[in-house]
């Protein structure tokens, strides 16, 4: 589908664990991959 580079939670009004506990569980479910790189996470949409 597409990809997007994610990873600023605070902008989002996350904290850094809620964030990382949204990413494992949309993970998880098959939504989304992720994958690193030196500019940050890259997430991939899967599945809708």
Known sequence: M?????GDYSKMG?????YRTAKK???KMGFI???STNKGTVAK????
């Open 2 to 6: 597409g990809e997007a580079l994610i």
């Open 14 to 18: 996350m904290t850094q664990q809620n």
């Open 25 to 27: 569980h949309l993970e």
């Open 33 to 35: 991959t992720t994958r």
């Open 45 to 48: 949409l899967v599945n809708t």
